[in-house]
Nanobody
Framework: QVELVESGGGLVQPGGSLRLSCAAS????????MGWYRQTPGKQRELVAR???????YYLDSVKGRFTISRDNAKNTVYLQMNNLKPEDTAGYYCNIEGRRNRGFPFSSWGQGTQVTVSS
């Protein structure tokens, strides 16, 4: 079983910054992709940023130039640096990591979610 633990959310004023972290632990053989999603009440979860082993990186149009996804492979951790935050970025943020467990079985695990609130 692969467990993800998120941290870094909170309340910030417009224009401020936050850094989210998501660390994976368990019987991990390899990680293929790491991403961040967000969700607000009554809406579907949307992909905010994602990075894969082949170097491909995706950003939601509304966060391009403000958010940066990065990873520390040695620590099985993915980060989301969020700058110039706007009220519309307010949401629950969830990390997702895909890979293979020991013996090669694939996994796709989710973090518990962390709330980001942008308000003055």
């Amino acid at each position: 079983q692969v467990e993800l633990v998120e941290s870094g959310g909170g309340l910030v004023q417009p224009g401020g910054s936050l850094r989210l972290s998501c660390a994976a632990s368990g019987s991990i053989l390899s990680i293929n992709a790491m991403g961040w999603y967000r969700q607000t009440p009554g809406k579907q979860r949307e992909l905010v940023a994602r990075t894969t082993n082949d170097g491909t990186t995706y950003y939601l149009d509304s966060v391009k130039g403000r958010f940066t996804i990065s990873r520390d492979n040695a620590k099985n951790t993915v980060y989301l640096q969020m700058n110039n935050l706007k009220p519309e970025d307010t949401a629950g943020y969830y990390c997702n990591i895909e890979g293979r467990r020991n013996r090669g079985f694939p996994f796709s695990s989710w973090g518990q979610g962390t709330q980001v609130t942008v308000s003055s």
